[in-house]
Nanobody, 123 residues
Framework: VQLQASGGGSVQAGGSLRLSCTASGFSFDEYDIGWFRQAPGKERDLVALITGDDTTYYAHSVKGRFTISRDNYKNTMYLQMNSLKPEDTAVYYC??????????????????WGRGTLVTVSS
């Protein structure tokens, strides 16, 4: 099982980045996929998730600026991040959890994790 995240980098406030997460080793379409982020000294928080049937959830802090999507044929999930703010600076992780009856909003619920990708937003 592998989740490979990519697309992080450094941008100025107001800029955009697109993160990608490619999965292998499990039935991608049977899993909900989430993006989490962790800033230094803070907990790992959910940014957005997308279920197997394309239901989406966004943290309040990113709603209207970030868009999550998935391509089950490519086993890939994306996070388009627009209007970036310095407070978006963090290591971003993608994670997968088997689809259930409720949305998995906490990192402890997730089964598989990718390595993080650093996003730095300067003011």
């Amino acid at each position: 099982v592998q989740l490979q995240a990519s697309g992080g980098g450094s941008v100025q406030a107001g800029g955009s980045l697109r993160l990608s997460c490619t999965a292998s080793g499990f039935s991608f379409d049977e899993y909900d996929i989430g993006w989490f982020r962790q800033a230094p000294g803070k907990e790992r928080d959910l940014v957005a998730l997308i279920t197997g049937d394309d239901t989406t959830y966004y943290a309040h802090s990113v709603k209207g600026r970030f868009t999550i999507s998935r391509d089950n044929y490519k086993n890939t999930m994306y996070l388009q991040m627009n209007s970036l703010k310095p407070e978006d600076t963090a290591v971003y992780y993608c994670a997968a959890v088997l689809t259930g009856n409720v949305l998995s909003l906490y990192y402890t619920e997730y089964d598989y994790w990718g390595r993080g990708t650093l996003v730095t937003v300067s003011s």
